[in-house]
């Protein structure tokens, strides 16, 4: 760790105190996760969570990474023995990457440019005599110059032009006032390149579009530079060109009546246009995408956390109903384990028979009658519409309460041709895989979620258009945060889940799966000692986040860490309880009227472990996603057609982007809720209001048959503003 780097970060990061910022760094730099860090180390950070600790690792590599540059630059200028003192305070108090590039430009090697030939014919001289604004006539000296590389005084003029061009183009402070000045009143326009390839019109609002830089919300960044990509729209900044070079007179033009003033004034236009203008559009365009990215990564990341915490249907035997035309639906039934117990691929949509049809029926009743099934879940893809009617329709006929869900089947074909697939069922079809992944989705989003590339889940926005190592990096984060919240049952949990277990890797993930496989199931934490290649460090980081359900110590089924245990059993004693009181409803009144702030002290351990333990132990096993809504249940179909203006619906949030929400309520088609229409006071982002498996009540606001588009709102239409 660097200690010099501390005071920076505190200057940056002062919503953290300095101890807490160290007493981070150095926990991380120890081997610790950030998981482990948050929950088993609260008294040392003071309670900081995953995002916080990730934020202080995160700032600290850049500022270290700075660090580096600056060292390079710094070593790279003394080597061309043109390092002032100035110029060193400079670069060392650049708080910026940016900033200490430009400082470097005027001494980074450049290619063989016109410049360069022109210093390289002698003509350096002649540029450094017209800058300091001589009266003399600028022909004559130029004649000095003429020889056999510089045919004409035209060209040794010529020459010095290029040199001074590319000098002012390279000079740090006009590149950062024309920068702020570009960012602070400069425009962000498009124009349509080509509409023949927008064939749905998609970029129709951006064919004429203008909008100042600096308020440029991120969503219309990332469409106009798919836009562009596509060939469909022209990106362009506008700036005050006038203003610009008139800012650069002011600095460059000495004595407006030397006859070398209008040499230098041709120059520094050309300078402007030729390098400092592109390079400006370019690295403001990059800085839009950049917070654009992080604006749509930071949204992405918030889907998938809320998605992956979607509460387990726990009990239920599920039928997976994967829709599809021509090649039959395929059906999949699950225990409440999640064990396959049957696949059967019926045929109920035309271009069937009518013969096959009715068979159709015929299997899918026999199938929720005989394996006793409690919910089906169907894809929300191809055919889902007419199997969602197929569906509702035979469930009439059967006596027993049984409810249907839409599912978000995004992923589950690609889950079903990955190779985790083919290990796990290698015997059947995609497709067949596919009505597995679908029902186990419902049984538990989190387990079957893990084994799909987070980017194929469907709760993003122009995913493919960010910066792919930040989306992989925050995807990652929030994968590991989620599965370590929750903490998964070692004895069931697949390697695909383990391996984001806190301190485990998919080799020590697949170790505890072939130890169980071969000595049977863990019945104690300790066990887990004997695992091949679990070390006592990754033990520390993983076991407070591995389950062990029916344990002979209850301990092992909670969140309280081993280290923990002694602290646990002596609170239990003092209260004159032990560990088989625990669960009970008397020791979870005595539990709850404890104060952990009197009673930490006495147990020598943390206020805050110490409130963790006593809520591990009010519930043992405790899920936190059972607090979260359940999914939407359905016996009823509703078509684009029923839906009427001022219609009151019930529905669930598939998707949160910048500027709304998409709910599905019961069509084929999701609504958007505009941010607007998310409440009756002002949204600032529309995850201040609304998460991804939220159930909402909205009213139709309008719907477009031909465009297949329903809008929504949330507030409602009798509620006055």
């Known amino acids: 760790m660097n ?9 940056e990061l002062t919503q953290y105190r300095t101890k ?148 002012f183009g390279d000079i740090a402070k006009f590149r950062s006032w024309i920068r702020n000045e570009t960012f602070q009143n400069g425009r962000f326009e498009s124009q349509a390149k080509d509409k023949e390839k927008d064939e749905k019109g998609v970029y129709e609002m951006y064919y004429d579009f203008s909008e100042p830089i600096k308020k440029i919300v991120s969503h219309r960044i990332l469409a106009c530079n798919r836009g562009e990509k596509e060939g469909i729209l022209k990106v362009s900044l506008k700036s005050d060109e006038t203003k610009i070079l008139n800012y650069l007179n002011r600095q460059l033009i000495k004595d407006a009546s030397s006859p070398a003033a209008s040499l230098v004034v041709a120059a520094y236009q050309d300078a402007y246009k030729r390098f400092i203008a592109p390079a400006i559009e370019r690295e403001i365009r990059n800085e839009l995408k950049e917070k654009a990215d992080e604006q749509a990564i930071a949204i992405f ?48 949509h035309k271009p069937a028979s009518a013969e096959k049809r009715k068979a159709a029926a015929e299997q899918f009743n026999q199938l929720v009658e005989n394996y006793q099934v409690d919910m089906v879940a169907i894809g929300n893809g191809t055919a889902s519409r007419e199997s969602e009617q197929f569906v509702a329709k035979n469930l009439q006929s059967i006596t027993r309460d049984v409810y249907y869900v839409m599912v978000n089947e995004a992923g589950a074909s690609v889950y079903s041709a990955s190779t985790i697939a083919r290990e796990e069922f290698p015997n059947l079809q995609v497709e067949e895989r596919s009505a597995i992944s679908i029902g186990r989705r419902l049984q538990d ?33 929030v994968v590991e945060t989620a599965v370590n919240q929750i903490g998964v049952d070692v004895n069931t949990a697949s390697p695909q889940l383990l391996q984001h277990i806190s301190g485990l890797n998919k080799t020590t993930a697949g170790n505890i799966v072939s130890y169980r496989e071969e000595n049977g199931a863990f019945t104690k934490r300790t066990q887990l000692k004997k695992v ?31 280290e923990s245990y002694t602290a646990a059993k002596s609170l239990l004693e003092n209260l004159q309880l032990d560990l088989s009181d625990v669960g009970t409803s008397y020791a979870k009144e005595v539990l709850e009227s ?37 999914p939407l249940l359905r016996k009823d179909v509703l078509s684009m ?36 229409k998310l409440s009756p006071k002002f949204v600032k982002q529309p995850t201040d209001v609304v998460s991804v498996g939220d159930i909402v009540t909205v009213w139709i606001e309008q719907v477009d048959l031909k465009k297949g588009r329903i809008s929504l709102t949330m507030i409602d239409p009798g509620e006055s503003k």
């Open 445 to 477: 989003p989190l387990a079957e979620l893990v084994k799909i590339d987070p980017k194929a889940v469907g709760v993003g926005q122009y995913q493919h258009d960010v910066s792919q190592k930040r989306l992989n990096e925050q995807l990652d984060f």
């Open 301 to 348: 990341g918030e889907n998938l956390r809320n998605l992956l915490l979607q509460p387990p249907l726990k009990g239920k035997t599920v039928l997976g109903f994967d829709p599809a035309y021509r090649t039959g639906c395929k059906l999949a039934v699950c225990d409440e384990t999640g064990k396959v117990l049957a696949i059967e691929v019926i045929y109920p």
């Open 20 to 167: 807490q910022i160290h007493t981070v760094l150095t926990l991380l730099n120890d081997g610790n996760t950030v998981p482990f860090i948050a929950r088993y180390r609260k008294e040392m950070t003071a309670d900081l969570d995953e995002v916080q600790i990730r934020e202080i690792e995160e700032r600290y590599h850049y500022l270290e990474n700075l660090e580096n540059r600056k060292e390079e630059v710094l070593r790279l200028i003394e080597e061309q023995g043109k390092l002032t003192s100035d110029l060193k305070s400079k670069i060392l108090k650049s708080p910026k990457m940016q900033q200490v590039e430009d400082l470097y430009r005027p001494y980074k090697q450049k290619r063989r440019t016109k410049a360069t030939i022109a210093k390289e014919n002698g003509l350096e001289p002649l540029s450094q005599w017209i800058l300091t604004f001589p009266q003399a006539d600028v022909y004559d000296k130029a004649e000095e110059f003429v020889n056999e590389k510089i045919a004409t005084t035209e060209d040794a003029l010529t020459g010095a032009h290029e040199i001074m061009a590319e000098q």
């Open 532 to 562: 091949s290649r679990l070390g006592p460090k990754a033990y520390e980081q993983a076991i407070g986040f591995l389950r062990i359900l029916g344990a002979k110590n209850i301990l092992d089924n909670t969140a309280i860490h081993p």
């Open 594 to 630: 404890l104060s952990p702030e009197s009673s930490a002290a006495k147990l020598d351990i943390g206020v805050e472990t110490l409130k963790d333990i006593i809520y591990a132990l009010i519930q043992p096993g405790r899920d936190m996603r059972d607090s979260m809504p359940a």
């Open 3 to 11: 200690e010099k780097l501390l005071p920076l970060l505190q200057e």
């Open 641 to 676: 057609e029923d839906l009427k203006a001022g219609m009151q619906l019930t529905g669930t949030v598939r998707n949160v982007i910048d500027f709304g929400a998409f709910v599905d309520i019961g069509v084929k088609q999701d609504g958007l809720v505009h941010i607007s």
